[in-house]
């Protein structure tokens, strides 16, 4: 079992940056992938950005150019960089594991609220 805790959420105005960090409970070097989500009001949960064991990072349309992810094994922790955001960023955002078993994205934080002021 892999718990996850975000942090770094918070109000920011239109343009700024934010970084939002995700600790792990267990050692992170062999989890296939871990990703951060977003959910915003009325709107379905989307992946904002993943990377791979391998250091793979795959982003999306939305978000390329303004974000960035990264993993530290050594800290068990996985981090979003979020530059030049916009209104429409905001949302609850997840941290996100895959299962070493199934390769599905089996354990989720609890989430952390980023809100973009215009």
């Known amino acids: 079992q892999v718990q996850l805790v975000e942090s770094g959420g918070g109000l920011v105005q239109d343009g700024g940056s934010l970084r939002l960090s995700c600790a792990a409970s267990t050692r992170i070097f062999s989890i296939p992938a871990m990703g951060w989500y977003r959910q915003a009001p009325g709107k379905q949960r989307e992946l904002v950005a993943a990377?791979?064991?391998?250091?793979?990072?795959n982003y999306a349309d939305s978000v390329k150019g303004r974000f960035t992810i990264s993993r530290d094994n050594a800290k068990n922790t996985v981090s979003l960089q979020m530059n030049s955001l916009k209104p429409e960023d905001t949302a609850v955002y997840y941290c996100?594991?895959?299962?070493?078993?199934?390769?599905?994205?089996?354990?989720w934080g609890q989430g952390t609220q980023v809100t973009v002021s215009a």
């Open positions: 996100a594991a895959a299962s070493v078993r199934s390769g599905n994205y089996d354990y």
């Open positions: 990377i791979t064991i391998a250091g793979t990072t």
